[in-house]
């Protein structure tokens, strides 16, 4: 299957500061991608559509200026968590799409957030 | 409408023995239901999708199989094995390359 990546795996970081995510689609081009939090034994929760060219689309309750986020380009996406307190600690998933008919979504491997 | 439930919670099943879950959704606009499978600190990966046209689809082990009507699908693991000890998260979207609506996921347990 196609492959997606995310850059870092783990980061740690003061409270107050911002840190950066990356989610690229190695081998194939993604006009959308979708970043996702997970709670320890959670599901999945969408936080934005990514959209290259244009805005992400955030889903509700989702605070915009928090999660910033910027679809670079066809292969690359990047989540910025801003003024992080230790809340946003999570586990922050992204995953891209296919085209054609038979599209179908790959997720990277997880960044784990740890706030402190 | 949005939603999508799954059952059980968690499953524990011996090794060899038929591992089930379940899923069942409201919105009749989704035409893509794929069954992701996620070990502890890892991204989900696809296990095996299913589209509205065909009542089932195996790969190997692993079966979707899917009722229009009742708008339930499941997932059977044949002969289930302890590397078969994960989550699994059902989903459904109105096309692939759509955002996914995820089920609340399944802890699967196979004992040795």
């Known amino acids: 299957g196609a492959v997606v990546s995310q850059h870092p795996s783990r980061v740690i970081c003061k409270s107050g500061t911002s840190v950066k995510i990356e989610c690229r689609s190695l081998?194939?081009?993604?006009?959308?991608m979708f970043w996702y939090r997970q709670f320890p034994k959670k599901s999945l929760m969408l936080m934005a559509t990514?959209?290259?060219?244009?805005?992400?689309?955030?889903e509700q309750g989702v605070e915009k200026d928090k999660f910033l986020i910027n679809h670079a380009s066809l292969t690359l996406s990047t989540l910025t968590v801003t003024s992080a307190h230790p809340e946003d600690s999570s586990f922050y998933i992204c995953s891209a799409p296919t085209s054609g008919r038979t599209d179908t979504q790959y997720f990277g491997p997880g960044t784990r957030l740890t706030v402190l | 409408q949005q939603q999508v439930k799954q059952s059980p919670q968690s499953l524990i099943v011996q090794k060899g023995g038929i591992s089930i879950i379940n899923c069942a959704y409201e919105?009749?606009?989704?035409?893509?239901f794929p069954w992701y499978q996620q070990f502890p600190g890892k991204g989900p990966a696809l296990l095996i999708a299913?589209?509205?046209?065909?009542s089932e689809k195996k790969e190997g082990r692993f079966t979707i199989s899917f009722n229009k009507s009742a708008k339930q699908f499941s997932l059977h693991i044949m002969d289930s094995q302890p590397g078969d000890s994960a989550t699994y998260f059902c989903?459904?979207?109105?096309?692939?390359?759509?955002?996914?609506?995820f089920g609340q996921g399944t802890r699967l347990t196979i004992n040795p």
């Open positions: 299913i589209r509205p046209d065909v």
């Open positions: 081998d194939f081009q993604a006009t959308t």
């Open positions: 990514s959209n290259e060219g244009s805005k992400a689309t955030y």
């Open positions: 989903a459904a979207s109105t096309s692939g390359a759509q955002k996914l609506v």
């Open positions: 919105n009749t606009a989704f035409d893509y």
